[in-house]
């Protein structure tokens, strides 16, 4: 499903037109990227938790040069689900 899909469903299912939908989900998902990237975990119960998680450092191979270069530390967007979640795309 697409953003432009998302917005179409949920205009049809609320009744609300596209164009207030769309500045809702496009706010929402603005809030999520600025709240994840300052480090701040977003959590929605019954739905998952947007966390930041830091990467190790490491050594890793170019095979191309075959040579080594140097990974540094670094943090990473992530999406945990929620356990009903998980439970239902299971099924």
Do not use: C, W
């Not at 140097?70 to 998980?86: Q, S």
């Amino acid at each position: 499903m697409t953003k432009a899909e998302l917005i179409n469903e949920l205009a049809i299912t609320t009744g609300y037109d596209k164009k207030s939908i769309t500045v809702i989900v496009e706010g929402f998902m603005e809030n999520v990227k600025n709240n994840v990237a300052n480090g701040e975990n977003v959590y929605l119960r019954g739905f998952g938790s947007f966390v930041t998680k830091t990467r190790a450092a490491k050594v890793a191979r170019n095979i191309s040069q075959k040579s080594s270069i140097y990974v540094p530390e670094h943090k990473i967007p992530y999406f945990k689900p929620a356990k009903e979640f998980a439970a239902e795309v299971r099924k």
